[in-house]
């Protein structure tokens, strides 16, 4: 069972900032395209934003210029670092790791999810 571990959601103030950070095993991490989605209640999961092996990045609009995604490889870790966060922004947000077994073949694994609630 492949896991993928999200930390550092929580609350915070509108216009503040944080940074989710999710860990992969080694193995799936320097084959997959990493990827945030979210899901705020009573709505569908959502893409947020994803980043290639080699650091090409794109975002949803609604998040464009405020969220930065990054990854770690040799930390097996990809990271969203949110500011100027907006009540909007609140959902259960997750991290995707699309995985090549073969140029291709993929499989797509999912963390746990992760809390951010922008509120004053």
């Known amino acids: 069972q492949v896991q993928l571990v999200e930390s550092g959601g929580g609350l915070v103030q509108p216009g503040g900032s944080l940074r989710l950070s999710c860990a992969a095993p080694?193995?799936?991490?320097?084959?997959?395209?990493m990827s945030w989605h979210r899901q705020a209640p009573g709505k569908q999961r959502e893409f947020v934003s994803i980043?290639?092996?080699?650091?090409?990045?794109n975002y949803a609009d609604s998040v464009k210029g405020r969220f930065t995604i990054s990854r770690v490889n040799a930390k097996n870790t990809v990271y969203l670092q949110m500011s100027s966060l907006k009540p909007e922004d609140t959902a259960v947000y997750y991290c995707?790791?699309?995985?090549?077994?073969?140029?291709?073949?993929?499989?797509?694994?999912w963390g746990q999810g992760t809390q951010v609630t922008v509120s004053s």
């Open positions: 995707n790791a699309h995985y090549y077994t073969t140029w291709d073949r993929s499989t797509d694994y």
């Open positions: 980043i290639t092996g080699a650091g090409t990045a």
């Open positions: 080694g193995n799936i991490f320097s084959r997959s395209v």
